[in-house]
């Protein structure tokens, strides 16, 4: 099974990575975890497209050629282990999901975890891990899951996302991912789903504009320039035309149904068809009352 991620994604306003450049602290998978958890090597894999442009200049302007790889910095954290969330959520092009995700981690102080993001710091950082996503990528192929899911795995493992909980956006989108993580001991205590009318999520995508002098995201609908010269400038993603982003919205609910498969009974689906602070008010309700179950449940246990 394929599923797809793009390397270049339309950039969204986020929590300040906790990645330092010190030493690496990801390492390649060892050949007889890769087997246990991917029989099939071939035949799971996840696709990252590299946008040759965009990419290429970050990766200049960030770090050198020799830059050593990315390391974690790991907070302290005041909670017991057993209140740290774990949270897995999905959405579909444009369903908001970004924005959300930066509403979790700001209140409840979740370690935001994104499998892109993940390979774009290693391919940046050069790690071993790197390279390897790179070669991919580099030649149009599908970058192996196996690769992917050890580094999730690894970054869920350490002492902060441990303590403090974590927020994996978008991650797992399909069925094996899942599972290769459940092997691990990964498992949500919620699966949030975003879900909006697909004729809004088309118009929503067809929409967008990036300004590639600010990288700031425009609507030409909802958000329009604040210039003639800025609108001047604007330019479109490739693939954000109604043609494909409805195959895109194929791919994504074919792949969201494998998953749900696995997590249909902690999922809850999410009305993302309103204003950012009321799709975080639901999401929100349900992240409160499933503390207050543990809160309950552990009050019952003491006594």
């Known amino acids: 099974m394929a599923c797809g991620v793009n390397l270049w994604t339309i950039p969204q306003p986020k929590p300040q990575s906790s990645y330092s450049s010190s030493s690496s602290s990801l390492k390649p998978p060892l050949t007889s975890q890769l087997s246990l958890l991917f029989p099939n090597f071939n035949n799971s894999t996840l696709s990252l497209r590299f946008h040759t442009t965009l990419s290429r200049s970050r990766l200049t302007k960030s770090h050198s050629p020799n830059a050593p790889p990315p390391h974690f910095m790991v907070m302290a954290s005041t909670k017991n282990p057993g209140e740290a969330l774990k949270i897995m959520i999905s959405g579909a092009p444009a369903s908001g999901k970004g924005t ?44 192996p899951d196996e690769i992917v899911v050890m580094m999730v795995k690894e970054r869920l493992s350490l002492p902060d996302a441990e303590e ?22 990964f498992e949500p205590d919620l699966f949030i789903l975003l879900e909006v009318p697909e004729d809004i999520l ?60 696995m997590f249909k009974d902690i999922t809850v689906k999410i009305d993302g068809n309103g ?3 009321d799709v975080f008010a639901q999401i929100d309700g349900w992240l409160t009352k499933l503390l207050e179950q543990r809160k309950a449940t552990s009050e019952s246990l003491a006594a």
């Open 275 to 277: 204003s950012k602070e």
């Open 100 to 143: 959300q995700c930066e509403l979790i981690t700001q209140k409840y102080s979740l370690v935001h975890v994104a499998a892109g993001d993940l390979l774009r710091a290693e391919v940046a950082a050069g790690s071993d891990n790197g390279r390897q996503a790179k070669e991919f990528m580099e030649k149009g192929q599908l970058v």
């Open 164 to 185: 403090n909980g974590w927020l994996l956006d978008g991650y797992p989108r399909s069925l094996s991912q899942a599972t290769a993580l459940k092997k691990f001991g």
């Open 202 to 261: 088309v118009e929503r995508v067809i929409g967008r504009r990036l300004d590639p002098v600010t990288g700031k995201i425009y609507h030409l609908k909802y958000s329009p320039p604040e210039t003639e010269e800025i609108a001047a400038r604007l330019t479109q993603r490739f693939d954000d035309t109604e043609e494909k982003v409805k195959l895109r919205l194929r791919t994504h609910h074919q792949n969201v149904e494998a998953v749900l498969s």
